[in-house]
């Protein structure tokens, strides 16, 4: 079972910069795709970017120009690199890993989340 452990989170100023690590237990770039997602409270999940398995990415729109996601597949490693941070990007962010069943279902795992606060 691929386990998720997220670090990178932490208290910013308007327009300040963050990065975010995601590190797998095992290698899974290969064959999934990952996303990065963040929950403000009161507010339900979103997506913020995606990256398949071949590379190509899918940014919201709210966070494209700023934000930037990577990964090192020797480090089994995805990371979120956030710029020019806005006080309405402050939320709990994730990493998941997409897995889907037979039917269509996405039951990958997720991180247990790292709290981006964005405030002067």
């Known amino acids: 079972q691929v386990q998720l452990v997220e670090s990178g989170g932490g208290l910013v100023q308007p327009g300040g910069s963050l990065r975010l690590s995601c590190a797998a237990s095992?290698?899974?770039?290969?064959?999934?795709?990952m996303g990065w997602y963040r929950q403000a409270p009161g507010k339900q999940r979103e997506l913020v970017v995606a990256?398949?398995?071949?590379?190509?990415?899918n940014y919201a729109d709210s966070v494209k120009g700023r934000f930037t996601i990577s990964r090192d597949t020797a480090k089994n490693t995805v990371y979120l690199q956030m710029n020019n941070l806005k006080p309405e990007d402050t939320a709990v962010y994730y990493c998941?890993?997409?897995?889907?069943?037979?039917?269509?279902?996405?039951?990958?795992?997720w991180g247990q989340g790292t709290q981006v606060t964005v405030s002067s």
């Open positions: 998941h890993l997409h897995r889907w069943d037979g039917l269509g279902r996405d039951t990958g795992p």
């Open positions: 095992g290698s899974i770039f290969s064959i999934n795709a």
């Open positions: 990256i398949t398995i071949g590379g190509r990415t």
